[in-house]
């Protein structure tokens, strides 16, 4: 195993794409968290856009995962409806209105250090979206996952516009067998 794939505290963990060894672990801990969820509706909560390459995770993961038809599953964020920071807080306000107490699994696309690209993390709490873009957005979710797609630094806009697709639709790919993967022996 790479020792730069793997990093995990109590709350946090982290594993590159690629590195199945290092996913088997970060899946395992995803199926703990869902299984502590207890029954209450699972809701994952995919955020970026398709406006730009490095923010489509979110929404490319969704409609992947929306095309497996997972039962009981809601997915909020695709290609087609997007979730981003203009209807993030309506969004929010929605799903107070539609479920009692849901269990929300926000996924994001960040940017990081360059040996972090690639990486997939998995944190407990809730995420802060669009804090690399300077942006006020509300925290979501009772844990979250991230995608760092590029690196941070100076113009991150820039940087965001100028994603490879590959590296972001590879990473889709990941989430979305790692979710099939667990999602039905755990829910």
Excluded at 89 to 106: G, L
């Amino acid at each position: 195993m790479n020792p730069l794939s793997l990093f995990s505290e109590n709350r946090h963990m982290r594993a590159h794409y690629s590195d199945i060894q290092a996913l088997s672990h970060l899946q395992d801990r995803l199926a703990n968290y869902l299984i502590t969820a207890g029954g209450r509706k699972v809701i994952l909560l995919c955020i970026g856009t398709d406006r730009s390459t490095g923010d489509s995770l979110g929404p490319l993961t969704g409609t992947k995962l929306s095309q497996k038809c997972l039962p009981g599953l809601v997915i909020l964020g695709t290609l087609e409806k997007p979730i981003h920071a203009e209807n993030l807080a309506s969004t929010m306000d929605e799903i107070k209105a539609t479920y009692h107490n849901p269990y929300i699994i926000a996924l994001d696309a960040c940017l990081g250090r360059l040996d972090s690209v690639g990486h997939i993390t998995l944190t407990e709490g809730p995420l802060k979206p669009g804090t690399a873009v300077k942006k006020e957005l509300p925290e979501v979710g009772d844990i979250h996952l991230t995608g760092i797609v590029n690196i941070n630094g100076f113009m991150q806009y820039m940087v965001l516009q100028n994603t490879r697709l590959n590296t972001v639709w590879q990473m889709a790919d990941t989430l979305c067998h790692l979710f099939c993967k667990i999602y039905l022996k755990t829910v």
